[in-house]
C-alpha cells in the first residue's frame, strides 16, 4: 500500500437499525486495528449527532470478547440518529473532522446515509482536505441501488419467512382470514420474503401485496374472497407501504394524525392502523361476498420485531455484514477514493457467493431500488416463484415443517 | 400391567395453538404405538368438532420421519377448534366413541378442554362404557392449575424475552417511547417474562404491567413520565389483558365493536388497538407532562407470533412438551383412572428438572391460576426479581449481548 494516509477514524450507525449493524461495526473496529494507518477510531454515538456534539467512544483496542458479543447484538450499539444532515450541518461534521485529524469515516447506513457521507466528501475535497469516505450499506428494505442485496435484509427475511410459516399453521389450526403486516414504506422486497413460506400448495402466504403493485379496495375484497373461497381460509401478507389505484399510500389515507420523521416520512410502522383498517374492510365487504354472518378475521403487523428480534439473524447475513466493514477499511486504506461497498453475486443456488466491489457514493445516495418488475406475479397480488432463488440463500436455511 | 383395556384411541387439539403443541402429539402417537392395548389411534381433526363430524385420520403406523417433522412444527397439526362443548354435544362425542369402540380420549388443550375431557367422562361413568381420558395441558398463558408450568409457555416466553431484548436495543438505538403489548388476557405470565429481557440497570423493560394488577390511565401516564426521565426512554411492556382501578379491561374499554368468541371472551389479540390507543395517551398526557411538543412513540403488538413462529422453541419446553404426551398414554395404560397430565418441579437453577404427576380432571377445569402476588411488585409497574428463577428454565439460553 504506497498510499498510506495516517490519521484518526470515525465510525457511526444511521437510520433504522437492523438485526446485523453490529457486524459491520465489527467489521470496521477489526480492520481499523490492523490498518497500520488509522490511530485512533472514533465511535460516534447517534450517527452524526454523535460527530457535530463530538460525543465519541474510542473504539481503539476493544476486547476480543466484547467485539463478538457487540456483533451478534441487534441493533446499533453506538446508537443511531434519522438526523439528515443539510450542507450546514455537513461543514460542522467537516469541522470536527479537520478539528480531530479525522481522516477516515465509515458510514453505516441506507440512502441517506450514503448521501451525508457524499456531502462531507465534498466538502472535504474542496477544502483540500484528504478524507477517505466509505458508505457501508444497512437497510432491512433491501432497496440500495448498485448492489445485488443489503446486509440486514436477509435477516429480516428470515424473520418474516419463519413468522409467515408459522402464522400459516395458526391460520390452518383454527381457520379464518389474517393478515401480516410487513415492514417496507416504498419496497416490497421484505414482504415478498414471506413466499418462502410457501411450500405446498395449500400453504400461505395466499396472497402478498407489495407496494410495486397498487391493488385497489375492490381488489383486495375480491382476491381474499376467492383465496378464501380456494383454501377455506386465506392468509395476506402486506406491506405497509402498499399503495392504491390513485397512487396513494393506504396507510396515509388511513391514518388520521400522519406523523413524518425528519426524512418527511410519514410513520407507517409501529401502529396496528392498517392492519385493523385492512380487518375491518374483510369482516365487512369479503363476509357480505361470502355471504356469512361472521368471519374469523386477524390481524398482526410484524413491526420492530422484523429488524431488532435478539437471536435469530441469518448466519449467512451476519458473514456479509461484517465483510462490508471490513471492505470499507480495506478500500479505504488501499488508495485515494471514497465510496460504498456492495454485493456482486458470484455463484447461485448451493454455490451461492460474493463478492465486494466499490460502487461511487452519488449512485447509492438518494433514489432506491424497488422490486424489480420480473419478480411480481401479472394479477398485482403475488410474487413470482423466481424470488426465491434471489431471496433463499440470504436468509439461511430454514424450518422445515410436517404436515399430518 | 393388570389391567388393560384394549381398544382404539382418540387425539385431538384445541384451542390457541403453540409452539410445542405437536409434541404432545407426538409423544401420544409414540407412546399409544408401543402401548400394547391401543390398536388404533385416531386423530379428530379440529378437536371435539372432529369427533362428533367423525373426521378423523389414522395415525397408526406413522412414519418416524414424518412424526419428527410434525412434532417440530409450531400449531396444531390436526387442526384445533374454538368449540366448548355444553353436555348435549358431549353426548355426542361419547356416542362416537361408543360406536368405534374407543377406549382412550387423549385431548390437548387447556382448561376448557380439561372441562370437555371432564364432562365426556362423566358421560361414560354413568354409561358404565370403560373409558379413559386424559388431558395433556397446553397453553402459552400459563395460566392452568396445579401444574407448575405448562407445556407451550415456555416457548412463547422464550419468544417475548428475545423480542423484549432485541426491542430494547432498538429503543437505546433510537430513543423514544415504545410499547409492546404481550399476549395474555387474565394472567400475566408471560409478560411477565420480559423480565429475562433486562441484564443491567437501564435495559428495558422498564415497566411491566399484567393483568393482576390494575393500572389506572394516570398511574400509566405519571410511571412512563418517571421512566423516561430516568433513562432518557423508556420500553413498556404490557399484557393486552390489564385492567383499570375499576377492574374494567382497557381493551374491552376501548375497543368499540366487541368480538367474542364461543367462550364468551373478548377479542383482545389480532388488533393494534389497545397498543395505539396507549401511544396516543403518551403522545398527549406524557408530552405534557414532559414537556415536549413531541415524543418518538411507537407500539408493536406482538400477536400470533408468540405461540406460532417457527424455528424458536425453547428446547425444554420441547422435551416437557413430548413427555406429558407419553405420559398421558402410560398413566391411562397403568390403570381405570383419568386426569391432567401436571408437572412438578425437582429441582432449580443449573439443576433444573420436573417429574410428572396426574391431576384431577376437575382441578384442572374451569378456573385459571393468576400471577401470584409474590411476583408483583408493590408498584403494580413490575415483577418481581425472584420471578426469573421460576421461568429462567422453562426458557432455555438466551442471547448474551453487548454493548458500547
Same mark, same amino acid.
Given at each position: 500500500?504506497?498510499?498510506?494516509?495516517?490519521? #484518526?477514524?470515525?465510525? $457511526?450507525?444511521?437510520?433504522?437499525?437492523?438485526?446485523?449493524?453490529?457486524?459491520?461495526?465489527?467489521?470496521?473496529?477489526?480492520?481499523?486495528?490492523?490498518?497500520?494507518? *488509522?490511530?485512533?477510531?472514533?465511535?460516534?454515538?447517534?450517527?452524526?449527532? +454523535?460527530?457535530?456534539?463530538?460525543?465519541?467512544?474510542?473504539?481503539?483496542?476493544?476486547?476480543?470478547?466484547?467485539?463478538?458479543?457487540?456483533?451478534? =447484538?441487534?441493533?446499533?450499539?453506538?446508537?443511531?440518529?434519522?438526523?439528515?444532515?443539510?450542507?450546514?450541518?455537513?461543514?460542522?461534521?467537516?469541522?470536527?473532522?479537520?478539528?480531530?485529524?479525522?481522516?477516515?469515516?465509515?458510514?453505516?447506513? $441506507? #440512502?441517506?446515509?450514503?448521501? %451525508?457521507?457524499?456531502?462531507?466528501?465534498?466538502?472535504?475535497? &474542496?477544502?483540500?482536505?484528504?478524507?477517505?469516505?466509505?458508505?457501508?450499506?444497512?437497510? *432491512?428494505?433491501?432497496?440500495?441501488?448498485? =448492489?445485488?442485496?443489503?446486509?440486514?435484509?436477509?435477516?429480516?427475511?428470515?424473520?418474516?419467512?419463519?413468522?409467515?410459516?408459522?402464522?400459516?399453521?395458526?391460520?390452518?389450526?383454527?381457520?379464518?382470514?389474517?393478515?401480516?403486516?410487513?415492514?417496507?414504506?416504498?419496497?416490497?422486497?421484505?414482504?415478498?420474503?414471506?413466499?418462502?413460506?410457501?411450500?405446498?400448495?395449500?400453504? +400461505? @402466504?395466499?396472497?402478498?401485496?407489495? @407496494?410495486?403493485? %397498487?391493488?385497489?379496495?375492490?381488489?383486495?375484497?375480491?382476491?381474499?374472497? &376467492?383465496?378464501?373461497?380456494?383454501?377455506?381460509?386465506?392468509?395476506?401478507?402486506?406491506?405497509?407501504?402498499?399503495?392504491?389505484?390513485?397512487?396513494?399510500?393506504?396507510? !396515509?389515507?388511513?391514518?388520521?394524525?400522519?406523523?413524518?420523521?425528519?426524512?418527511?416520512?410519514?410513520?407507517?410502522?409501529?401502529?396496528? !392502523?392498517?392492519?385493523?383498517?385492512?380487518?375491518?374492510?374483510?369482516?365487512?365487504?369479503?363476509?357480505?361476498?361470502?355471504?356469512?354472518?361472521?368471519?374469523?378475521?386477524?390481524?398482526?403487523?410484524?413491526?420492530?420485531?422484523?429488524?431488532?428480534?435478539? +437471536?435469530?439473524?441469518?448466519?449467512?447475513?451476519?458473514?456479509?455484514?461484517?465483510?462490508?466493514?471490513?471492505?470499507?477499511?480495506?478500500?479505504?486504506?488501499?488508495?485515494?477514493?471514497?465510496?460504498?461497498?456492495?454485493?456482486?453475486?458470484?455463484?447461485? +443456488?448451493?454455490?451461492?457467493?460474493?463478492?465486494?466491489?466499490?460502487?461511487?457514493?452519488?449512485?447509492?445516495?438518494?433514489?432506491?431500488?424497488?422490486? @424489480? %418488475?420480473?419478480?411480481?406475479?401479472?394479477?398485482?397480488?403475488?410474487?413470482?416463484?423466481?424470488?426465491?432463488?434471489?431471496? %433463499? @440463500?440470504?436468509?439461511?436455511?430454514?424450518?422445515?415443517?410436517?404436515?399430518?
Amino acid at each position: 500500500m504506497a498510499d498510506v494516509l495516517e490519521g #484518526n477514524a470515525v465510525v $457511526g450507525q444511521s437510520g433504522g437499525p437492523t438485526a446485523v449493524i453490529n457486524q459491520s461495526l465489527a467489521g470496521v473496529i477489526e480492520a481499523a486495528a490492523r490498518s497500520g494507518a *488509522i490511530r485512533k477510531l472514533l465511535g460516534a454515538r447517534h450517527g452524526v449527532r +454523535g460527530v457535530i456534539q463530538e460525543d465519541f467512544v474510542d473504539l481503539s483496542g476493544l476486547d476480543a470478547g466484547l467485539l463478538e458479543r457487540v456483533a451478534a =447484538t441487534p441493533c446499533s450499539a453506538l446508537g443511531s440518529t434519522r438526523d439528515k444532515p443539510d450542507e450546514e450541518y455537513c461543514r460542522k461534521i467537516f469541522d470536527v473532522f479537520a478539528a480531530n485529524n479525522v481522516r477516515y469515516f465509515f458510514y453505516i447506513g $441506507g #440512502n441517506d446515509s450514503a448521501d %451525508a457521507a457524499r456531502i462531507v466528501n465534498e466538502l472535504a475535497a &474542496e477544502a483540500d482536505y484528504q478524507l477517505r469516505v466509505f458508505h457501508i450499506p444497512k437497510t *432491512i428494505d433491501n432497496d440500495l441501488r448498485v =448492489t445485488d442485496h443489503c446486509p440486514g435484509y436477509g435477516s429480516a427475511a428470515r424473520f418474516v419467512a419463519s413468522a409467515i410459516m408459522g402464522d400459516d399453521r395458526d391460520n390452518a389450526s383454527l381457520p379464518g382470514i389474517k393478515i401480516d403486516v410487513i415492514m417496507g414504506r416504498h419496497a416490497g422486497w421484505l414482504t415478498a420474503a414471506s413466499l418462502l413460506a410457501r411450500r405446498d400448495a395449500d400453504d +400461505g @402466504p395466499h396472497l402478498i401485496y407489495v @407496494p410495486e403493485s %397498487a391493488v385497489s379496495e375492490d381488489q383486495f375484497v375480491g382476491d381474499v374472497t &376467492e383465496a378464501f373461497r380456494r383454501h377455506g381460509r386465506c392468509l395476506v401478507a402486506v406491506s405497509e407501504g402498499i399503495e392504491d389505484e390513485a397512487g396513494q399510500a393506504w396507510g !396515509a389515507r388511513i391514518t388520521q394524525t400522519v406523523e413524518r420523521d425528519n426524512h418527511g416520512n410519514i410513520q407507517l410502522s409501529g401502529t396496528g !392502523a392498517l392492519g385493523d383498517y385492512l380487518a375491518a374492510v374483510v369482516k365487512t365487504r369479503v363476509a357480505e361476498e361470502l355471504g356469512v354472518g361472521k368471519l374469523r378475521v386477524r390481524t398482526d403487523t410484524f413491526g420492530y420485531l422484523q429488524r431488532s428480534f435478539a +437471536g435469530y439473524a441469518s448466519p449467512v447475513d451476519q458473514v456479509e455484514a461484517r465483510l462490508a466493514g471490513t471492505t470499507a477499511v480495506e478500500y479505504a486504506m488501499a488508495g485515494d477514493h471514497d465510496g460504498s461497498v456492495a454485493f456482486r453475486r458470484t455463484g447461485e +443456488g448451493d454455490d451461492y457467493a460474493i463478492e465486494c466491489f466499490r460502487a461511487e457514493l452519488a449512485d447509492v445516495a438518494r433514489d432506491t431500488k424497488p422490486l @424489480p %418488475a420480473e419478480y411480481l406475479n401479472e394479477a398485482g397480488n403475488g410474487i413470482d416463484e423466481s424470488f426465491r432463488a434471489y431471496v %433463499a @440463500p440470504l436468509v439461511g436455511d430454514l424450518p422445515v415443517l410436517g404436515k399430518l
